[in-house]
C-alpha cells in the first residue's frame, strides 16, 4: 500500500486519533458494581464470583436407566436361553426418599435418577427382561456397577466450578441451577437509552412526506447494544428542539447507565445535540472530529448530577454504525466487566481484492464481505461505496477492513486488517 508522510491539504492537528477517542470513551465508563441477579437474568453477564460447589453432584447414588437394581451373585449364568427369575419387592420412582435395603435374592424395579437401594450391585435395563411387575426374568448379567451414577462422580463439595470473569452462557446457567443457586453474582447489563434526533426522521411503518426518512439509527443501535449484553431502550424520535431534547435526555437519567444519541453533532444550523450538550447545564461534553471514515463528528462526555457517560455518535446510519463498533462496543464491554480481546470480532489478516482509495488522513473503516481464494487465503472486496448514507451495503458486509492513517490507496493482494462482524464460522477455526 503506498502510504504518504505528508498529507496534502489536511489539518492533521485538527483531528483526534481513533486510539485517543476511543480511550476518551473508555475513561468514562467503569465496571458496574456486580449485583445478585435472579438466575434467568443472569444470562450473558460476567461472574463477579467464584462459584464453588456446595455438595457433591450427583448427590446420591442413582440409576441411569429405567429397570432392575439387583445384586451380582443373584443374577450369575442369566442369558437370553436361561433367564433368571426374581421376586419384585420394590418400586423405586425418582424422588423417592425414604431408604430401601436389597435383600437377596429379590430385586427393586428402579426408574432413571432414582436413588439406588442399599445393596445393589448394578441396575439391569428393562430391554434386557420381560418387564415384570411382581416378578421379572432376567436375560443378561450387568457388570459391577453397571448403569449405577455415583454421588460426587461429576463435582465433589467444594469444588471450584465457575470462575469469577465467566461470561455466563446457556451452559453455566444449566449448572448454576444444578448447583442449587437460585441467584448468582455478576456484574450487570448496563442499561442503553438510544436516542435518535431529527426533524426528518420518522417511525419506521409511517409513511415519509418528502424530505423525510425512517429512523435506522435508534433501531440499528439499539440492537447493537443488546448484542453486546446491554439492556437497551429506545426512545423515539426526538425534533431538532433543543428544548425538546434536553427535556427527554434529562427525563432519561433515571434509568440509563450510558445515553447513546444519534444526528446532530457536525456543524449544520439545527445540529441540535451539539447545540443543548455544549450549552450550559449539567452535562461535560466534548465535541471532537476524529480521524475516522465514517465517524468524524463524535462527541463523548457525562450528563446530568450522577455524569452518566453519554456518546453523540453522527447521524449518517453506516456513520452510527461504525461509530458503535469502534468507540461504544469497547466501552459497553468494559462496563460488563468483559476482558480481553472482542471474541465476536475478531481481528484478522486478509488480502485484498479490489482497488479503493483511503482518505490518508483518517483511519477507514470499509464495509466488506470476505471469501476464500483457491488456496484457502482470506480475500475480503468492499460491499458499497464509501457514502456514510449508504446503508444497504451493511447488511451485505460480513467485515470491516481498517486502512491506516497514511494510506491513500489499496490496490488488489494489499495485506489488510479487517474486523470480522461476528465469530469465526467453525470451519476457519
Ligand atoms: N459542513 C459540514 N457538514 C458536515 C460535516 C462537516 O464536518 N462539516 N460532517 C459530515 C459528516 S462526516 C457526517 S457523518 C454528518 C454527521 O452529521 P450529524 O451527526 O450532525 O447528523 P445529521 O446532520 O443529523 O444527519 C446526517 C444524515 O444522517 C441522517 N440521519 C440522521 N438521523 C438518522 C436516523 N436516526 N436514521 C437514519 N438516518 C438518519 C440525516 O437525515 C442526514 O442525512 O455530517 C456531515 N456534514
Ligand atoms: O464521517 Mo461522516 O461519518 O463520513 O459521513
Not at 448496563?190 to 435508534?218: M, W
Not at 444497504?392 to 486502512?403: D, E, K, M, N
Amino acid at each position: 500500500m503506498p502510504r504518504r508522510d505528508n498529507l496534502p491539504g489536511v489539518s492533521v492537528e485538527t483531528l483526534t486519533t481513533v486510539a485517543a477517542h476511543r480511550q476518551a470513551c473508555l475513561d468514562l465508563v467503569r465496571p458496574l458494581p456486580p449485583l445478585d441477579l435472579a438466575l434467568r437474568d443472569a444470562l450473558g453477564c460476567v461472574l463477579a464470583e467464584d462459584v464453588v460447589s456446595p455438595r457433591a453432584l450427583p448427590a446420591f447414588d442413582n440409576s441411569g436407566m429405567d429397570g432392575y437394581a439387583v445384586r451380582l451373585r443373584d443374577v450369575e449364568g442369566a442369558g437370553e436361553d436361561a433367564p433368571v427369575g426374581l421376586p419384585v419387592v420394590s418400586d423405586i420412582a425418582a424422588g423417592r426418599a425414604d431408604a430401601v435395603r436389597l435383600t437377596g435374592g429379590t430385586t427393586a424395579r428402579i426408574m432413571t435418577g432414582a436413588p439406588v437401594p442399599a445393596g445393589a450391585e448394578a441396575v439391569v435395563p428393562v430391554e434386557w427382561t420381560d418387564r415384570g411387575v411382581s416378578h421379572v426374568l432376567i436375560r443378561r448379567v450387568p457388570s459391577p456397577g453397571q448403569h449405577i451414577r455415583r454421588a460426587g462422580e461429576d463435582v465433589d463439595a467444594g469444588t471450584l466450578v465457575l470462575e469469577a470473569g465467566t461470561r455466563l452462557a446457556p451452559r453455566h446457567i444449566g449448572v448454576l441451577a444444578a448447583l442449587g443457586r437460585a441467584r448468582v453474582r455478576v456484574r450487570p447489563r448496563p442499561r442503553v437509552v438510544v436516542v435518535s434526533t431529527g426533524t426528518e426522521v420518522v417511525e419506521p411503518g409511517a409513511a415519509l412526506a418528502r424530505g423525510q426518512l425512517h429512523d435506522a439509527n435508534g433501531y440499528l443501535l439499539t440492537a447493537a447494544a443488546e448484542e453486546v449484553g446491554a439492556l437497551a431502550y429506545r426512545v423515539g424520535v426526538v425534533a431538532d428542539d433543543a428544548r425538546e431534547l434536553a427535556a427527554v435526555l434529562d427525563d432519561q437519567l433515571v434509568r440509563a447507565d450510558v445515553v447513546l444519541t444519534s444526528g446532530g453533532v457536525s456543524e449544520g444550523a439545527y445540529d441540535t445535540v451539539k447545540e443543548v450538550l455544549s450549552g450550559p447545564g449539567a452535562h461535560a461534553v466534548r465535541f471532537d472530529r476524529v480521524a475516522v471514515q465514517p465517524g468524524m463528528p463524535q462527541g463523548c462526555g457525562t450528563l446530568g448530577e450522577a455524569g452518566v457517560p453519554v456518546f453523540t455518535l453522527p447521524g449518517n446510519p453506516v456513520s452510527a454504525f461504525v461509530s458503535f463498533e469502534v468507540f461504544v462496543r469497547p466501552a459497553l464491554r468494559r462496563m460488563l466487566g468483559a476482558e480481553g480481546p472482542d471474541p465476536e470480532r475478531p481481528r484478522v489478516r486478509a488480502l485484498a481484492g479490489a482497488a479503493w482509495t483511503s482518505p490518508p488522513a483518517k483511519e477507514q473503516y470499509v464495509r466488506a464481505a470476505w471469501t476464500r481464494d483457491a488456496q484457502g487465503r482470506l480475500v475480503v472486496e468492499p460491499v458499497s461505496g464509501h457514502g456514510s448514507h449508504l446503508v444497504t451495503g451493511l447488511a451485505r458486509a460480513t467485515c470491516l477492513v481498517v486502512v491506516p492513517v497514511g494510506v491513500a490507496a489499496v490496490e488488489p493482494g494489499d495485506e489488510v486488517e479487517c474486523v470480522l462482524l461476528g465469530p469465526l464460522p467453525v470451519e476457519d477455526l
